[in-house]
């Protein structure tokens, strides 16, 4: 038996590889933290009822299993412990500060510790427009090096395979090229669009799988920007 342990009450996504899973033949079923109150998830005798649990967006579960699958999820989670330890790794970071008054060049990007989505992020140009923010209560965990990207993969890392995606201008002319069966995913709201690389550049891949590794996730999907240069971050 499969567990698929997830966070947000309606979301789409582990249902649907539950669903997958299950198809497989998997005996994949799909819980929420507040769907285990009062429900039978561990046998009294504390033995195993789930071979297999894969932590989707949850990291601690009160759950009996056998395996866990990216358990270490809330280290990614944490966005600033993260890029701690790229930099530790080597792996290639923005340069970050958590004092705003030692950043020494700009424009940089603040963020919150915790982010998905692109959410709780803003970009300044100078110290005299976080000062005004904080004036009216804006306060950020750090503040990370804006870099002018000229192109933006997802790398996908599932054990030690990877699949790379780039993203383009929906109507851009590389669409013409690539386009139609590599079509991955669409976000209608940016009128973007995700395709798979079949060649992408090997620094990316090199990057992206490190940092997952180092992460010590199972799986995951890191974004990477390459300046003009087309060195990764």
């Given at each position: ?110 963020r ?31 503040y ?10 997802r ?10 995606f ?40 090199r ?27």
């Amino acid at each position: 038996m499969l567990m698929v342990y997830h966070r947000e009450i309606g979301s789409p996504t582990a249902p649907g590889v539950t669903e997958a899973l299950d198809r497989m033949g998997m005996m994949a079923r799909c819980w929420h933290p507040e769907e285990t109150e009062g429900g039978e998830i561990c046998r009294i005798d504390g033995s195993i009822v789930y071979d297999t649990i894969i932590h989707w967006g949850c990291g601690e579960v009160p759950v009996c299993a056998a395996r866990r699958i990216n358990w270490q999820y809330e280290r990614a989670a944490d966005k600033l412990g993260a890029l701690s330890r790229f930099m530790s790794h080597h792996i290639p970071t923005p340069r970050v500060w958590s004092d705003r008054r030692r950043i020494t060049s700009w424009p940089v990007v603040a963020r919150k510790r915790t982010h998905t989505q692109g959410n709780g992020a803003k970009k300044y140009d100078s110290l005299s427009e976080v000062e005004a923010d904080r004036a009216e209560g804006v306060l950020w965990s750090y503040y990370m090096q804006y870099i002018q990207k000229e192109a933006e993969y997802r790398v996908h890392i599932v054990g030690d395979d990877t699949m790379t995606f780039k993203w383009y201008r929906r109507n851009g002319a590389d669409m013409t090229i690539i386009r139609d069966t590599l079509c991955w995913n669409t976000l209608e709201g940016t009128h973007l669009v995700m395709l798979r690389c079949l060649d992408p550049p090997e620094r990316v891949v090199r990057a992206g799988y490190a940092a997952v590794k180092v992460t010590g996730l199972d799986f995951g999907a890191v974004d990477i920007v390459t300046d003009g240069d087309g060195y990764p971050y």
